[in-house]
């Protein structure tokens, strides 16, 4: 039987460091609150497809779009200047 491994070498090298940078992952950890806040959401309409729809859903789902539009809130709130505009 024939190895089918490839007889070249890669097309693209990798860089030696596949570490992320510090701003890297301060902007991840910047946006994180919102990604929970998204899951949370999801989560909550998730459990809604395979349950009949009752008042305590629909309050999960409301407390759940209410802390996503606030995680966007603070988030634009901390987003810096992108242009070097004085008003």
Known sequence: MKSIAALRSTVTTLPPDLEPTGAELDAVEAEMPLVLAEVELLDALIALLDRSASEF?????????????????????????TTGEVA
């Open 57 to 81: 859903n629909g309050r999960r789902i409301r407390r759940a779009r209410r802390r996503v539009l606030a995680a966007r809130r603070a988030a634009a709130n901390k987003a810096p200047a």
